[in-house]
T-cell receptor
Framework: GQNIDQPTEMTATEGAIVQINCTYQ??????LFWYQQHAGEAPTFLSY????GLEEKGRFSSFLSRSKGYSYLLLKELQMKDSASYLC??????????FGAGTTVTVRA | IAGITQAPTSQILAAGRRMTLRCTQD?????MYWYRQDLGLGLRLIHY???????GKGEVPDGYSVSRANTDDFPLTLASAVPSQTSVYFC?????????????FGPGTRLTVL
């Protein structure tokens, strides 16, 4: 089975940096995704990591350590529109996604 | 281009009734998925289809059935709805079910079973 853990909630100030951690234990591993989901909307793709290291995409970066079963999503220069849930999802050996429960980030002025 | 659409947007259903949630994509993706999202549990896979004509069971398939008669459509049927099936249902698609492709999600259907 799959076990994916991430914090339930985080709060940060506009302009600040927030790091959302995700740890996982899975049967097989074919990559890790981060999705963003605004309240009442569909999840949308943010990033994908399959090799160890940091992937940077504008204000968002994602890191993966396969040996530690660990990833983080880094959100820089936070904006009010970044208030959303951030979903960590692991692709297992069967290429199916298993999702964590999500981290709700609240950005305050 | 609509991407992926779902219908209805929301529905209130009496327990014991049959209900079909519709999902259509126009991206010619081979793989399609149905998830349910419940507070504190995240998205859980109900059923999937790697290609037209084939389906498979996900993590929580009981009480649900699917069919994949063509590439575009992937309906989800609740044969006899129960209150525990109250949830938000998301349909998704990806180019392939046999590799780690980005999944595109529909807007969701909010279902309440009373």
């Amino acid at each position: 089975g799959q076990n994916i853990d991430q914090p339930t909630e985080m709060t940060a100030t506009e302009g600040a940096i927030v790091q959302i951690n995700c740890t996982y234990q899975t049967s097989g591993f074919n990559g890790l995704f981060w999705y963003q989901q605004h309240a009442g909307e569909a999840p949308t793709f943010l990033s994908y990591n399959v090799l160890d290291g940091l992937e940077e995409k504008g204000r968002f970066s994602s890191f993966l350590s396969r040996s530690k079963g660990y990833s983080y999503l880094l959100l820089k220069e936070l904006q009010m529109k970044d208030s959303a849930s951030y979903l960590c999802a692991v692709t297992g050996g069967d290429y199916k996604l298993s999702f964590g429960a999500g981290t709700t980030v609240t950005v305050r002025a | 281009i609509a991407g992926i659409t779902q219908a209805p947007t929301s529905q209130i259903l009496a327990a014991g009734r049959r209900m079909t949630l519709r999902c259509t994509q126009d991206m010619r993706h081979n793989a399609m998925y149905w998830y349910r999202q419940d507070l504190g549990l995240g998205l859980r896979l109900i059923h999937y289809s790697n290609t037209a004509g084939t389906t498979g069971k996900g993590e929580v398939p009981d009480g649900y059935s699917v069919s994949r008669a063509n590439t575009d459509d992937f309906p989800l049927t609740l044969a006899s709805a129960v209150p525990s099936q109250t949830s938000v249902y998301f349909c998704a698609s990806s180019d392939s079910g046999g590799r780690a492709d980005e999944q595109f999600f529909g807007p969701g259907t909010r279902l309440t079973v009373l």
